[in-house]
């Protein structure tokens, strides 16, 4: 319904203007400044015609401003059309000029009036439209993703965009952050929905076997091999095939699997004849492939194959607003399965989920939502059900003094060097200088996992 707000302190003028608007639209009407701000909360008018002359200044024009300037900011999306006396251009001006949106000079005219105000509602609608239009498609509707941040709903829209193409597209990010979910988004969004999405990871299968796991294998071409056997790309014919862990491909299957990337043919082990197959290719890793390739452990040209376009998913602390929404979502749904339904986090719980860094991501908080559901007493999850490790500030404006400088950046240092080798301790201590004992001694101070999030999961 078209709410009209008419603030005029002349009872002859309210009651001529209250009939210029026909039925379809509500007027109510205000005589002063007060009477104006409480049928403005209360009705939430689209539109306002706003007499500058009211009282106790019924010659000037301070109240009428001061009430401009109360509607402006309580509720901005309101149209005001200012009224004035005659040839009171000046105040007009101001006044269109601290946002309103149209003015009106008096003597009153029904027909100009009425003009004036339906063309405010039609600026009103139709900025409301935008607005809602605008937040349909900043909103995310991929099944299964949970993100407000403007970083991760804008993965989202790249996901939408990419999915119905058949462009190799790299997923780079952290562990935990979301890379597979991701894969299988592009999947389901993609023509080849309903053929299958084969997933293989690179980094848990021994190198000996995973070329016959990809490419699969001829009877006889191996002791053992007493049949012929499909690899997982044959496999994954007319759908999408998943190179998870790609980073960590060994050398001589990074050339054959560049070899099936340009020729879309599949050498099985054993056999002379090659298979054309038709597959979407992903991939994804959470190492540094660039730095992977300055150290010659990963091919250059098979980089530039794999990423026609990358999604490069940012850590779970470096998306504004998203630790808390996951978090809501994943005590909804852990809780429905593990029985504990309409379990909510206290204050001090979302206050130490929105501040805690999740060295491992999504993953990390999946296992500790988890155990706080078995923890809590009652229907509230607290802080101390969460048991997120004390992290010391990194940020030296708010520090207390050295020490705690000094071992923000230790501990920062050390999950770097612990992602960037996969966990593995003696590479981290050799990559940050120290032994493997004094790393471990580190680990123990700072409280760091030092396994991956995912092992156990
Ligand atoms: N945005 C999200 N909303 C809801 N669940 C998420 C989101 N991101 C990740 N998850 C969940 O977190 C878990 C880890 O995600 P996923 O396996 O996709 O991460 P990954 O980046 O592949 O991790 P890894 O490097 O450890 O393999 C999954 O259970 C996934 O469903
Ligand atoms: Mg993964």
Redesign the pocket.
Known sequence: MKQLLIVEDDPGLQSQMRWCFSDDVEVSIAADRETALALLRRLEPQVVTLDLGLPPDPGGATQGFALLEDILRLAPQTKVVVVTGREDKENAVKAIGMGACDFYQKPLDGDILTFVVNRAFRLAELEKENRELASQSTGNNIK????ASPE?LAICRTVEKVAPTDVTTLIT??????????AQALHDRSHRADKPFAAINCAAIPENLLESELFGFEKGSFTGATQSKKGKIESANGGTLFL??IGDMPMALQAKLLRFLQERMVDRVGSVKPIPVDVRVVC?T?RNVQELISQGSFREDLYYRISEITLD?PALRDRDG?AIV?AQ??LKSLGKQMERPNLSFSEDAAQAISSYSWPG???EM?NKVKRAIIMADGKRITADDLVLPVEESCDTDYQLNLRQVREGAERKAIVQALTTCNYNMAQASRLLGITRPTLYNLTDKYRIETS???SG?
């Open positions: 299964g993703i949970v993100a991760m990010g952290e562990t935990g952050t979301g890379k597979e979910l991701l998870d862990e994804a959470h998913v998203d996951i979502s994943l991501n999504v993953r999946i991956t999030a995912s999961a």
